[in-house]
């Protein structure tokens, strides 16, 4: 419940209404197939239904994040808590599960001293990287790796241009797959911004496996090279500026005349006065701008794990373990993971939903 009220930087961005969803791959980087399966019984509309039962009235944002109307995560928790009570639900807190068995036995301590229960069921709901306490068991595991994170660059000039938004960038990482689009934000360390969110969220693992090292490159027009021309052409044709006094509207003066350092291009120029070679580094400048990665920086209003329990090891009907009849996982702990908008507790909503009506 703790965490519960920080989420959404306090407002709880509890689900989302997936209007804007194209693809479930692309939300759910880990476990859209069980997603879409569990959407089916327990939907981002059955969620919104169910808090509004419980009392919580709710608003879609324009970006269709889903928030309590209070704007107050604690209305959430609250609520939770109002349906637990009623539901006879025996809250026991400050005890730390340290194992669960094959035959579910659990071992917990609370006060320094050690117990153990034997239920007939088991929903596990620890979160984030605590797959260990299955270690005990055979239950494949994947590593967990943080997910939703900022990059930080290494270039200097880049940074000086912090505060900068563009609104639809492409993203890529060289030498991979992967790749995101959207609003893009310079930070005073690099790059954040709900593209830089989607790119973390994709390359996760392959961001950890290579020390959060790598290249970047940045689709500033969100534009194939035709298009990038086409655009150039036009600004050349239409202004009798001089280049730096005549940039891209999605693009600021400041980083237009950044990227025309970048591409070596003088901004004295007139467009007239572009030859081929400098016309060819701008456009190469424009469509694939790379820089050098050199960490990673925590998303201060929200980070997930990648990794968890292994979904092979799973129900995906009950979410009951195939190895261990009687043990339910939900939420975090399994290797599901979202992008950001409301779509890493609707994953924790429909998974415990699914686990607690096969229990009944
Ligand atoms: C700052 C922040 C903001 C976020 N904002 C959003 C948002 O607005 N929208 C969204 O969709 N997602 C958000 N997320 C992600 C979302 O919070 C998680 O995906 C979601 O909470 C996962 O739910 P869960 O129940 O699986 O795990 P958790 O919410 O992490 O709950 C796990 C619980 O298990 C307890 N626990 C762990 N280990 C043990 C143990 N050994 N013994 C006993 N108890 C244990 C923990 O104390 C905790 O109470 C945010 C995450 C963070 C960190």
Redesign the pocket.
């Known amino acids: 419940?703790?965490?519960?009220s920080?989420?959404?930087g306090g407002r709880?961005?509890?689900t989302n209404t997936f209007r804007n969803v194209q693809s479930l791959e692309k939300i759910y980087p880990r476990g859209f197939r069980l997603m879409k399966r569990l959407l089916h019984k327990f939907s981002q509309t059955d969620c919104m239904n169910w808090f509004e039962d419980l009392g919580v009235r709710l608003i879609e944002q324009e970006d269709q994040c889903v928030f309590p109307r209070s704007q107050d995560a604690m209305e959430v928790v609250h609520a939770l808590e109002r349906a637990m009570h009623e539901g006879g639900v025996h809250v026991k807190c400050g005890?730390?599960?340290?194992s669960i068995d094959p035959d579910l036995t659990v071992t917990?301590t609370q006060n320094k001293s050690c117990s153990t229960i034997k239920p007939d069921a088991v929903i596990l709901?620890?979160?984030?990287a605590?797959a260990d306490?299955l270690s005990g068991t055979d239950i494949s595991i994947e590593q967990a790796v943080p997910s939703l994170f900022t990059l930080k660059l290494e270039d200097e000039e880049i940074k000086k241009l912090m505060g900068t938004v563009v609104q639809k960038a492409v993203l890529s990482l060289q030498g991979t797959r992967f790749r995101s689009e959207g609003t893009l934000l310079i930070t005073d360390w690099g790059v954040s911004g709900p593209a830089t969110l989607c790119l973390s969220s994709y390359a996760a693992r392959y961001l950890c496996e290579n020390g959060y090292r790598g290249t970047l490159s940045i689709n500033w027009l969100s534009a194939n090279e035709d298009e990038a021309k086409e655009l150039l052409d036009q600004l050349g044709k239409s202004s009798t500026r001089t280049i730096g006094n005549s940039h891209p509207q999605k693009l600021t003066e400041r980083l237009w005349k950044h990227l025309l350092t970048r591409a070596g291009v003088r901004d004295d120029l007139r467009w007239k006065e572009l030859g081929s070679k400098g016309y060819s580094r701008l456009i190469n400048t424009l469509i694939n701008d790379c820089y050098t990665i050199i960490g990673r920086a925590r998303f201060k209003?929200?980070?997930?794990t990648c990794g968890g329990v292994s979904l092979s090891e799973i129900n995906p009907e009950t979410m009951e373990c195939k190895k261990i009849p009687g043990l339910y996982l939900?939420?975090?702990?399994l290797d599901i993971d979202a992008v950001t908008g409301?779509?890493?507790?609707?994953?924790?909503w429909s998974t415990a939903w699914t686990a607690a009506h096969s229990i009944i």
Request: charged share 15%; glycine share 14%.
């Open positions: 419940m703790a965490k519960l920080i989420t959404g709880c961005n509890l005890c730390k599960v340290s917990f709901t620890s979160g984030g605590t306490l209003e929200e980070f997930v939900a939420g975090e702990v409301g779509f890493n507790l609707q994953a924790a």
